[in-house]
């Protein structure tokens, strides 16, 4: 005869605490804000004496400050999110900026043009900027 999952019995303990919390006797350990059904015969394999006696004795018992026995299963608020089709959403193949190609003729020189300009300010690269024979 199949139990009910209804009809089952339920042992939850819930994780209060920022750590993973390690349950010695039960070879268990808990992640950081979680609940767990350990009776849950598809996860764990224990049985309810053992429970009993970890949370009376054991490390359920020691580590009462952070790991706290539920006597109802938490709910699920399983909620859908509808998607909304309306919105607009941009592609990568289309922008919403325009992007403009304009060429400025100040900034269209030539290099020769460029060199021819700026002749007499090449002999300043190789001047000192201050004289040493002025001390």
């Known amino acids: 005869m199949k139990n009910n999952p209804n009809t089952a019995l339920s042992f939850w303990i819930t994780n209060i ?5 390690s349950l010695y006797d039960l070879n268990l ?20 004496e053992q429970l009993k006696l970890s949370s009376e004795s054991g490390s359920i018992f020691k580590k009462r400050d952070k790991i706290f026995i539920r ?8 909620k859908n999110i509808e998607m909304v ?17 304009e060429k400025y003729e100040e900034l269209t020189v030539s290099d020769t043009e460029y ?5 007499d300010l090449a002999d300043l690269d190789q001047k000192p900027l201050k004289s040493l024979e002025q001390k």
Do not use: G, W
């Open 17 to 21: 605490s920022n750590m993973n919390i």
């Open 29 to 48: 350990t808990v992640k950081a804000h979680t609940s767990i059904n350990l009776l849950d015969c598809r996860h764990y394999h224990y049985t309810l």
């Open 71 to 78: 006597n109802v299963p938490p709910t699920v608020d399983n």
């Open 85 to 101: 089709h309306s919105v607009f959403l941009p592609s990568k193949e289309r922008s919403l900026y325009s992007i403009k190609q």
């Open 115 to 119: 060199a021819e300009q700026n002749a």
